[in-house]
């Protein structure tokens, strides 16, 4: 069997790990697997380019153009949303015209426009389509939040300010969806429960076959080692308790740095003695900033890309906190897991799925800082700390291990 997966980037960005990384479960278990992308950031043989052209970084500014002019020349959820309005074909090529099933994942930013995908559905093969966010559920947004226009027709959307009435540009793409998705058969995959509650939700989606199968990670890679060894690799220090946050913009309001502020001041403040003991690791595109937001010394480091790297981190740190204020099911809960190390984060999107409260970390209340302060502070003295690791690493090789993930999708596609 051959599968081509195809994604806007590599390894840039949470979809585009966790596709490269189905891919790689795929082959292990003899499915003959390759990766189409716009972007390539590696010398992976089985993960194929877009010849680079002129024309396709016009296309990704053309849909920005749109989309800026829509909302009234502003740059506010410029990143937010999508219309798919350019892309590029993909039919002709050899990769795909090999292929026995065709898999979507995120396709956004000009790497397929809504015409190319109708192009792929009139191939006749059959298409699998993993949804890493609600996008192929609503007209334009990633997350709708609060909005539920998506499970009707979607219209004057928040993130759009188009003016009053029912033909905005949420209404006008939300309509180029229906018309693409009638009488056609795409089996959606949503990474966590949470999505596909969802996306059942969707007047999109309705008589569609939704499917929820987790993202997958390599267990034999992201697994516990040796923690001082580790802060050793890391050049982190041997006598303080670390607490790690992680993104790839750290002050991206979504991943929640304002609730990790309040919930380290409230600590330091209830609890001073912390001042001196505990560290804060920062790994993401600006993390250097968050020195003068913290009170406690913060460890910036840059970006990661290197598994081999982010298994010394993880295995580094006492915990894991993830303040996110919208996810799906994220890599670096589950990577952090895998490693052994407990997390907390928010009541959110697919987060409660991964993280069993009190039993391998800590969900709190949903945007309370005084509650994910709580789940900090129980990480750090818990008296079966040791436990919390070990079943957060079961946790990890049991439901999101290569091998099982890759056998879901297997039958899935045998099923086609």
């Not at 919208?326 to 490693?339: G, K, Q, S, W």
Request: charged share 20%; with cysteine; net charge positive.
């Amino acid at each position: 069997m051959r599968v081509i997966l195809i994604n806007t980037s590599e390894r840039i960005g949470g979809a585009a790990i966790a596709a490269n990384r189905l891919m790689e479960a795929l082959k292990a278990q003899g499915i003959k697997a390759k990766m189409l992308v716009r972007n390539k950031q590696t010398d992976q043989s089985t993960v194929v380019a877009l010849k680079p052209s002129w024309r396709m970084v016009w296309q990704f500014v053309w849909e920005r153009v749109v989309i800026w002019t829509a909302n009234r020349f502003s740059k506010k959820n410029l990143f937010a949303v999508d219309i798919a309005n350019t892309g590029n074909d993909i039919t002709a090529l050899p990769e795909f015209q090999q292929a026995d099933i065709v898999h979507l994942h995120w396709v956004n930013q000009g790497m397929l426009s809504l015409k190319d995908i109708r192009k792929i559905l009139e191939s006749g093969k059959p298409v699998v389509w993993t949804m890493h966010d609600m996008w192929p559920a609503t007209g334009i947004c990633h997350y709708a939040r609060q909005c539920d226009h998506y499970r009707t027709t979607c219209h004057n959307c928040p993130y759009i300010n188009e003016g009053k009435g029912h033909k905005d540009l949420s209404t006008r793409t939300f309509r180029r969806k229906q018309a693409l998705y009638a009488g056609r058969q795409i089996h959606f995959v949503t990474c966590s429960r949470w999505l596909e509650g969802k996306a059942r939700q969707s007047a999109l989606l309705q008589g569609m076959p939704v499917t929820s199968i987790p993202n997958a990670i390599n267990t034999n890679l992201f697994r516990p080692h040796d923690k001082m060894e580790a802060r050793r690799k890391c050049r982190l220090p041997e006598d303080k308790k670390l607490l790690l946050f992680g993104s790839v913009k750290i002050t991206d309001k979504r991943k929640g740095i304002d609730y990790l502020v309040q919930s380290c001041q409230l600590l330091a403040k209830a609890h001073p003695e912390l001042r001196d003991q505990l560290a804060v690791v920062a790994f993401g595109k600006n993390s250097q900033q968050l020195a003068s937001l913290l009170p406690f010394t913060v460890y910036p480091l840059d970006f990661v890309t290197n598994d081999h790297q982010l298994v010394d981190i993880y295995n580094a740190v006492d915990l894991f906190a993830t303040p996110s204020l919208e996810d799906n099911l994220p890599n670096t809960i589950m990577e952090a897991m895998a490693c052994g190390t407990p997390c907390v984060g928010f009541n959110v999107g697919g987060i409660p799925e991964m993280i069993d409260h009190l039993h391998n970390g800590y969900v709190a209340s949903y945007r309370s800082a005084e509650d994910f302060a709580n789940g900090i502070y129980w990480l750090l003295t818990d008296p079966d700390y040791p436990n919390l690791c070990e079943q957060a690493c079961r946790k990890a090789a049991d439901c999101y291990a290569e091998h099982v993930v890759a056998k879901r999708y297997i039958e899935l596609y045998n099923k086609l």
